[in-house]
Nanobody, 115 residues
Framework: QVQLVESGGGLVQPGGSLSLSCAASGSIRSPNTMGWYRQAPGKLRELVATMTNGGRTNYLDSVKGRFTISRDNAKNTVYLQMNSLKPEDTAVYYC?????????WGQGTQVTVSS
């Protein structure tokens, strides 16, 4: 089993910044992908950013240039730096780790962008 523990999130004004982190523990296999998804009220969960342990990244178009994903493979930790936040970024953000046919999720952390 794999456990994901998220930290970060909170309330920020438009144009502000927040950072999220997620530490994975347990039976983690390689190759794998870690990343962030988000779900706003009444909407489907969507991919925000992912990164393989080889360094390949994938971003949601609307966050490109504003969000940066990074990871520390030695610590099995993934980070998301979010800059120039917009009200439409408001959502619950979920950490994800995937390898082979397995998919693991964190408990979610709320990000609210509001003045």
């Amino acid at each position: 089993q794999v456990q994901l523990v998220e930290s970060g999130g909170g309330l920020v004004q438009p144009g502000g910044s927040l950072s999220l982190s997620c530490a994975a523990s347990g039976s983690i296999r390689s190759p794998n992908t870690m990343g962030w998804y988000r779900q706003a009220p009444g909407k489907l969960r969507e991919l925000v950013a992912t990164m393989t342990n080889g360094g390949r990244t994938n971003y949601l178009d609307s966050v490109k240039g504003r969000f940066t994903i990074s990871r520390d493979n030695a610590k099995n930790t993934v980070y998301l730096q979010m800059n120039s936040l917009k009200p439409e970024d408001t959502a619950v953000y979920y950490c994800n780790l995937a390898y082979f046919i397995y998919d693991f999720w964190g408990q979610g952390t709320q990000v609210t962008v509001s003045s």
